[in-house]
């Protein structure tokens, strides 16, 4: 008995004596606070300045533990004769933190950056009813929120800020300043004459080219126009009738080909473009000698 005794005994001595000579460990609170680490999930903090009563995280929130209460407001135009605009005034933000669980979801919604971690946890209450904490309440956590960690000097910037670096076009600050300086120099090329004049040009060509697929799609005959031809020349030796005028050599008889319908021989002209008509024509020689054939005819039936 006294055998298995001893040893134990020993054994618990030295581990005291080595405890001894160790610096302690226990944390010593109230009197001191603990270090946390920089992403501990104590409570969640408000930048009342950033929330627009967007919703977004009392919809998002599996607890339904948020609660907002939020007003509209008109605010003046800030150029004459501009438009009155509308902007959500937040009126109330509570957190019942009796009934959160801590996932994070709120924040991570949040488009703005209104809400944040905050690593303080120093808010127990003797009451479950006062863990329903309320925007100035939420907001004085502010101060208590870490910065954020530094970006690793490796990684590709935000799209954010890569599009805010970003130069306008035409400012000359590309690559040399060359391809900038180019834009910026460069004469405006819109001529609103031309364009005009190419406009109408198409406009017309079209129209044209519309009007003869029209007219080749209804058949139309078109009107040929072809000259007669020329009366045989009277010998001048033979004995004419007194009276008679002889007919002009020089007188061209035109003919006019009918078409096969005049409403489609009026159509086909009307989209070429071309009203003239072309009628038989009577010389001023013919009635002439018209009219002495019929004095000679009356002569004789006198004689």
């Known amino acids: 008995m006294a055998d298995g005794i001893l040893p134990g005994l020993v054994k618990g001595l030295a581990t005291t004596a080595r405890s001894l000579t160790r610096h ?15 992403r501990s999930r104590g409570v969640i903090a408000l930048t009342e300045e950033n929330c627009t009563s967007c ?38 933000f509570a957190i019942d933190f009796s009934l959160c669980m801590y996932c994070g979801i709120c924040i991570e919604v949040c488009p703005f950056d209104a809400l944040h971690w905050s690593p303080e946890f120093e808010y127990a209450e003797l009451d479950i009813r006062d863990l329903l904490h309320e925007k100035d309440r939420l907001g004085a956590w502010m101060a208590t929120v870490p910065p954020p960690a530094a970006l690793d000097p490796g990684s590709p910037d935000p799209a954010e800020v890569a599009a805010a670096a970003k130069p306008a076009r ?26 005009t004049e190419r406009t109408a040009q198409r406009t017309s060509e079209r129209a044209v080219e519309r009007t003869a697929e029209r007219a080749v799609e209804r058949g139309v005959e078109r009107t040929t126009v072809m000259p007669t031809a020329q009366p045989p020349v009277p010998d001048p030796s033979a ?22 319908d005049a409403s489609e021989a009026a159509d086909a002209i009307a989209a070429e473009g ?23 005819s009356e002569e004789e039936g006198r004689s």
């Open 170 to 195: 035409g400012t000359g600050a590309g690559p040399a300043g060359t391809r900038g300086a180019g834009a910026a120099a460069r004469p405006a090329r819109v001529r609103p004459e031309r364009a």
């Open 274 to 296: 071309d009203s003239t008509q072309v009628l038989p024509t009577v010389s001023s020689d013919e009635s002439t000698r018209s009219a002495g054939e019929a004095e000679t």
């Open 24 to 38: 302690t460990h226990t944390a010593e609170y109230p009197d001191v606070s603990p270090a946390l680490p920089p």
């Open 55 to 92: 919703m977004l995280c009392a919809r998002e929130c599996p607890d339904w533990c948020i609660y907002i209460d939020s007003h509209k407001e008109e605010l003046p135009p800030t150029t004459p004769g501009g438009r009155a605009r509308q902007r959500n005034v937040l009126d109330r």
């Open 239 to 260: 004995a004419e009738p007194a009276g008679t005028v002889p007919p002009a050599a020089d007188v061209e008889q035109t003919k006019v080909l009918p078409v096969s």
